[in-house]
């Protein structure tokens, strides 16, 4: 039980596990905010690939300077990205639900704001103390927001703000007033700025996947897409995890661990079960079960290649310095939209999409696996270091 506290796999189980929860009280017990917890359900991925980008990543990268307070400088970077990510979800917000008010959407915004800083104390705590109570902040976090979603739903209070007093507890308790030198604002942002532009390049690929399959395939390719993400659920909650280890041990993680290997076993049962079970297909949705075994195949085929291709960047961009994993992220990003345009030109089927997917994503690995042949930046440091030496 304590080695599956101290993994990325129970944080990511948790994490996952709140946001479904609260997703369905609200549709059991207040079925007039439903689309409001879904829509902020989308929301949350933000301060999660927002922060990781800005402190994670450096972090895990080593290009942080030694004299900052770790835990000061991801507080304060999270501090850094408050007022954008607000405005950014007020837009979102309006636009998505027009008929919404001021107070739904403060309400649905909130809880992405406290994210911020409980992804950044996870991330600083990960190096100034313990994995285990660094993986108490969101394990906490999760718990208490299952624990307070359910005594709302009985009490009839909104579900929006449900993981606010667990956010706000565990953000108090887990503040530290460390008397040393703390960056400013914007230089808080430096160390993770190349890793922030590749994040957001990624959500942009993220958020055009599925307006572009339903302008080429029609609503059902949507459904489709998000049918076969709830299937491979306990896939994408493995490869998260296997994301965060890699992040967190920086330079001396390992490539051969349990829980990649439990990733391999998570996606090859699944298509196996996917694949043979047209009922599994029909209870997950309707359009899932119409559409053709080549179809559901090449989807599968899809979510393994985004698999490696994602084991790959972690572990280029731990090695290589900010710039050249900004060149790979942005050339990885730049293929993955050039099969996006190159579909708008013959693909007219849930078919032939995820075989233009498939391919894209093969391409991706094969670039991420010739960027990885140079050099690495900690190799560059110590030849640089031997020159001086010399």
Not at 176 to 182: A, G
Not at 301 to 322: D, E, F, Q
Not at 360 to 382: D, I, K, N
């Amino acid at each position: 039980m304590r080695r599956l506290q101290e993994s990325q796999l129970s944080v990511q189980a948790l994490t996952r596990l709140a946001s479904a929860g609260v997703f369905l009280l609200a549709s059991w017990a207040d079925s007039r905010h439903v689309a409001l917890i879904a829509f902020q359900g989308a929301l949350l991925a933000i301060p999660y690939t927002l922060i990781e980008a800005l402190v994670g990543r450096p972090q895990s990268a080593g290009v942080v300077p030694r004299e900052w307070d770790p835990e000061s400088w991801a507080l304060r970077a999270a501090t850094a990205v408050t007022v954008p990510v607000a405005a950014i979800g007020y837009v979102a917000m309006s636009v998505a639900l027009p008929q919404t008010g001021v107070v739904d959407r403060l309400l649905v915004i909130v809880p992405v704001l406290m994210q911020l800083p409980v992804e950044a104390l996870f991330w600083s705590m990960a190096v100034t103390r313990t994995r285990r109570r660094a993986n108490l902040v969101p394990q906490l976090v999760a718990a208490g927001t299952l624990v307070t979603a359910a005594v709302f739903a009985a009490t009839d209070l909104r579900l929006e703000v449900a993981a606010v007093p667990a956010q706000v507890a565990v953000v108090l308790s887990a503040l530290s007033f460390r008397k040393t030198r703390k960056p400013g604002l914007l230089a808080s942002l430096r160390p993770g700025l190349s890793y922030c532009v590749a994040a957001g390049i990624d959500l942009a690929y993220v958020i055009a996947l599925p307006a572009v399959a339903g302008a080429l395939a029609g609503p059902a390719a949507i459904v489709v897409l998000r049918a076969m993400d709830l299937a491979f659920g306990p896939f994408h909650v493995a490869l998260a995890a296997t994301t965060r280890e890699d992040i967190v041990a920086g330079r001396e993680a390992r490539f051969r661990t349990k829980v990649r290997a439990l990733t391999v076993v998570l996606w090859a049962g699944i298509t196996v079960v996917v694949l043979a079970s047209p009922w599994v297909r029909g209870l997950l949705a309707e359009e899932l079960a119409a559409a053709s075994f080549t179809a559901v195949a090449l989807s599968c085929a899809y979510k393994g290649a985004v698999m490696v291709s994602t084991w790959l960047s972690t572990r280029h961009m731990i090695r290589a310095a900010p710039r050249t994993y900004l060149v790979s992220a942005i050339g990885s990003r730049a293929i993955a939209f050039a099969g996006l345009a190159l579909a708008l030109l013959w693909v007219s089927a849930a078919e032939d999409l995820f075989l233009q997917l498939v391919v894209a994503e093969a391409l991706v690995v094969a670039w991420f696996a010739a960027r990885m042949r140079g050099p690495s930046s900690a190799t560059l440091v110590t030849l640089r270091q031997s020159q001086e030496t010399s």
